[in-house]
T-cell receptor, first 116, second 114 residues
Framework: AQSVTQLDSHVSVSEGTPVLLRCNYS??????LFWYVQHPNKGLQLLLK??????LVKGINGFEAEFKKSETSFHLTKPSAHMSDAAEYFC??????????????FGQGTILTVHP | GAVVSQHPSRVICKSGTSVKIECRSL??????MFWYRQFPKQSLMLMAT?????????EQGVEKDKFLINHASLTLSTLTVTSAHPEDSSFYIC??????????FGPGTRLLVL
C-alpha cells in the first residue's frame, strides 16, 4: 500500500523568504514522487517529479525537492517566495506495479499564502 | 506539454438528472485515463481508472452504476453522473497517461446539483 502525508495544511510566508512544504510517503515499492500546484479555478500543474534518478530534483518556477529515502520524505523548497506562488500544493506518489500503472495517491494538500 | 481538456468547465443541473463530462487528450493518445473527485478544501480522490476498450475499474466506495465511464477511443473518456443529487456536487478532474510519461490533468469540471 502507498500513502502520502503533507505535514502542514497551511503555510504562510513573506515575499522573498524561503518556502518549505513538507511531505512524507510510504510505499511498498520504489516510489515515483511528484509535486503538483493548483491555482484557484485552474487545473493541476506539474512542478517536478522524482523517478529514481537524481535525489535532488529541480522543477519549474525555482522550486526543488529532495528525495530522502532514509527519512521517507520529499519536501518541496524554494529560496525566495513570490506572490504568484500562492496556491495549493499537492505531494503525490505513483504506484508503479502490476496493472495499476499511473494510479496516483494525493496528499491532503498544503495551502501556501504569501504576504507582501 | 501535452494538453488534456474537459467539457464542460462548469455545469448546473437539477436533482435527478444526468450529466455527462468529457475528457479529451488533445495531442497524444492516452491508453489510460483517470477520473478524480475533489470536494471543497479536500484533496483529490481517485474514482476510477479507465482503459480504452475495456471496462473501467472503480475504487472502493464508488458506485459504478451511478458514475458511468466510457473510454471509447484513445483520446476521449466520458463520465456520466446519473440521477445526480446535491451530494454529487464537486469538482471532477480527469487525467490521461501513456506510460512512461507523467499524467497530464484536465482543468476540471465543477458540478453543482440543485
Amino acid at each position: 500500500a502507498q500513502s502520502v502525508t503533507q505535514l502542514d495544511s497551511h503555510v504562510s510566508v513573506s515575499e522573498g523568504t524561503p518556502v518549505l512544504l513538507r511531505c512524507n510517503y510510504s510505499s511498498s515499492y520504489s516510489p515515483s514522487l511528484f509535486w503538483y500546484v493548483q491555482h484557484p479555478n485552474k487545473g493541476l500543474q506539474l512542478l517536478l517529479k522524482y523517478t529514481s534518478a537524481a535525489t535532488l530534483v529541480k522543477g519549474i518556477n525555482g522550486f526543488e525537492a529532495e528525495f530522502k529515502k532514509s527519512e521517507t520524505s520529499f519536501h518541496l523548497t524554494k529560496p525566495s517566495a513570490h506572490m504568484s506562488d500562492a496556491a495549493e500544493y499537492f505531494c503525490v506518489v505513483r504506484y508503479a506495479g502490476g496493472t495499476s500503472y499511473g494510479k496516483l495517491t494525493f496528499g491532503q494538500g498544503t495551502i501556501l499564502t504569501v504576504h507582501p | 506539454g501535452a494538453v488534456v481538456s474537459q467539457h464542460p468547465s462548469r455545469v448546473i443541473c437539477k436533482s435527478g438528472t444526468s450529466v455527462k463530462i468529457e475528457c479529451r487528450s488533445l495531442d497524444f493518445q492516452a491508453t489510460t485515463m483517470f477520473w478524480y473527485r475533489q470536494f471543497p478544501k479536500q484533496s483529490l480522490m481517485l474514482m476510477a481508472t479507465s482503459n480504452e476498450g475495456s471496462k473501467a475499474t472503480y475504487e472502493q466506495g464508488v458506485e459504478k452504476d451511478k458514475f458511468l465511464i466510457n473510454h471509447a477511443s484513445l483520446t476521449l473518456s466520458t463520465l456520466t453522473v446519473t440521477s445526480a443529487h446535491p451530494e454529487d456536487s464537486s469538482f471532477y478532474i480527469c487525467s490521461a497517461i501513456t506510460p512512461p510519461v507523467p499524467q497530464y490533468f484536465g482543468p476540471g469540471t465543477r458540478l453543482l446539483v440543485l
